[in-house]
């Protein structure tokens, strides 16, 4: 068996934790687990004592990607699997995920299902929306970019901390942040069940926050990829106006718009060449801090 630590993040929880930690704890009675208490304010904390596990308290909530550092930094395996305290998760998926790893991945994911019965109608949609920009990205199928469930290197996903956000999106980062970094990450079918408790997530709070997600894909993986076809699309109404125009008037001069266009593609395309270049000297400082 890999030797790992269970980290779950929790705000809240005592729910799905009073279900899944004595799962945890029954299958795995020596590793270490670890729930990192987000400022609950329910009986999350006496939960885990009551079972006997680590538990480490925010003074107040620092968001799901906060918990989830401090859960990583306190791991003392080599590998950390991390899961949702809302009971979703099934504690016998883990060595499904942990077999992954003899195959040579240093990140595997728990892709839930599209008939996953804790995803709405909106939410899937917004998932498959974002694995199907993130594959593009990547030139590689992503199953599930937003799961909570995944097994990481812990040594690699350390040097990649400082770039996952407090908030709910550091799923996302952090798979594209290994694929960015040259890392293996696989994925193994799961199925999830209905959370416990009400959900910390609201589509109309967080729609912006997902919808930012679509821009750090682009800017965690390849900045270019996603500013040069808008510099292009821009360009090319540029060039259209200017056609259009001049076959109008008879004149081909360059019209205040046709300008504004060019140069607006223009921009764009040295802002992502910028970009590019910034992100090449962030992931090569990970990687010498890997070595």
């Known amino acids: 068996m890999q030797d790992f630590s269970i980290v779950i993040p929790a705000k809240n929880e005592e729910l799905g934790l009073a279900r899944l930690l004595p799962e945890l704890r029954a ?39 906060a918990a989830i550092k401090t859960g990583a930094r ?15 998760h099934a504690s016998e998926d ?3 995920l942990l077999l992954r790893l003899d195959e040579g991945y240093d990140m ?17 949609g917004a998932n498959t929306f974002y694995n199907r920009l993130a594959s593009w990205m990547v030139n590689r199928k992503i199953d ?18 400082y770039l996952l956000p407090n ?13 960015r970094a ?21 589509l109309l709070r967080d729609g912006v926050r997902f919808f930012l997600i679509i821009f750090k894909i682009g ?23 200017y056609l259009l125009t001049a076959v109008a008037s008879g004149s081909f001069r360059f019209t205040n718009m046709s300008t504004l266009l060019f140069l607006s593609g223009m921009t764009v395309f040295l802002m992502g060449l910028l970009s590019e270049q910034l992100t090449n000297l962030q992931y090569k400082d990970s990687t010498d801090d890997d070595e």
Not at 82 to 88: A, R, S
Request: aromatic share 10%.
């Open 167 to 179: 908030g709910f999106s550091y799923p996302t980062t952090s798979t594209m942040a290994f694929f």
């Open 74 to 88: 306190a791991a003392s395996a080599k590998y950390i699997v991390f899961m949702d305290g809302d009971g979703q």
């Open 94 to 96: 883990i060595n499904r």
């Open 219 to 241: 800017t965690l993986y390849s900045p270019l990829k996603v500013y040069f076809p808008v510099s292009l699309g821009l360009s090319g109404l540029g060039l259209l106006n």
């Open 27 to 65: 299958a795995y009675p020596e590793q270490q687990i670890i729930v990192v208490d987000d400022g609950s304010t329910d009986a999350t904390v006496e939960c885990c004592h009551q079972h006997q596990v680590e538990v480490i308290s925010h003074p107040y909530s620092k968001g799901n990607g």
């Open 182 to 202: 040259g890392y293996s990450v696989g994925f193994v079918p799961i199925n999830t069940a209905p959370r416990l408790g009400d959900s910390h997530i609201s």
């Open 108 to 124: 595997v994911v728990g892709a839930r299902s599209v008939l996953s019965d804790q995803a709405s109608v909106a939410r899937w």
């Open 144 to 161: 599930d970019l937003t799961s909570g469930f995944r097994v990481v290197d812990r040594k690699k996903f350390l040097g990649l901390l």
